[in-house]
């Protein structure tokens, strides 16, 4: 079982992209998504954009009225609109869940990261 982020690329400063994270490989039982991060070149991996407990959504200051965090039912893809990219979110994005089979659960899984670079 695994995470697979995609909807990464090369995007102008301005333009938008639109990222999913989806569970894959096996029998799910739950997704429980904590939410998006990212990973610049030699920078630590930091929260973008977090699911909580009732559907609290927390933003990172950077991208607080640009991107939105979302998904669609209990065991749909999680997504992240990003608008208005900016340069400095060139990143490597990662999705993180807690996921569950009808006997097994694995906190704190990570997908496999999607590349999202913002350069004219």
């Known amino acids: 079982v695994q995470l697979q982020a995609s909807g990464g690329g090369l995007v102008q400063p301005g333009g938008s992209l639109r990222l999913s994270c989806a569970a894959s490989g096996g029998s799910i039982y739950s997704i429980d998504y904590k939410g998006w991060y990212r990973q610049a070149p030699g920078k630590q991996r930091e929260l973008v954009a977090s699911?909580?407990?009732?559907?609290?959504?927390n933003y990172a200051d950077s991208v607080k009225g640009r991107f939105s965090i979302s998904r669609d039912n209990a065991k749909g893809p999680l997504y992240l609109q990003m608008n208005g990219l900016k340069s400095e979110d060139t990143a490597v994005y990662f999705c993180?869940?807690?996921?569950?089979?009808?006997?097994?659960?694995?906190?704190?899984?990570w997908g496999q990261g999607t590349q999202v670079t913002v350069s004219s």
């Open positions: 993180n869940a807690d996921l569950c089979g009808s006997s097994w659960c694995t906190n704190d899984v």
């Open positions: 699911l909580g407990r009732g559907g609290y959504i």
